[in-house]
């Protein structure tokens, strides 16, 4: 089983950064695509950013231009660098990943228990 762990969230006043990590850990053959969601209290998760196997990147037209998503495989850690933050990204952000266990197994989809990011006015 794949386990993810997300940290650096906080408190940051607005146009202030932050740098979330995701860290995934456990039974780990290959990973695919990682993702970062968000999810503010009383709405309904919405994506942020995603990065392939290969690099490639996107993200909402929401955080383009502010958001960064990158990772670094050897170290199976998924970053989102979050630079001129506004009150309206204030969310628990989770980290979902599309992994393989073990050479026995299918890829499978992980969420990361997320992370609060609290940007002030």
């Known amino acids: 089983q794949v386990h993810l762990v997300e940290s650096g969230g906080g408190l940051v006043q607005a146009g202030g950064s932050l740098r979330l990590s995701c860290v995934a850990s456990?039974?780990?053959?290959?990973?695919?695509?990682m993702r970062w969601y968000r999810q503010a209290p009383g709405k309904e998760r919405e994506w942020v950013a995603s990065?392939?196997?290969?690099?490639?990147?996107d993200s909402a037209e929401s955080v383009k231009g502010r958001f960064t998503i990158s990772r670094d495989n050897a170290a199976n850690t998924v970053y989102l660098h979050m630079n001129s933050l506004k009150p309206e990204d204030t969310a628990v952000y989770y980290c979902?990943?599309?992994?393989?266990?073990?050479?026995?197994?299918?890829?499978?989809?992980?969420w990361g228990q997320g992370t609060q990011v609290t940007v002030s006015a």
């Open positions: 456990g039974s780990i053959f290959s990973i695919n695509f």
């Open positions: 990065v392939s196997s290969g690099g490639t990147t």
């Open positions: 979902y990943v599309n992994a393989v266990a073990t050479r026995f197994d299918g890829a499978r989809n992980y």
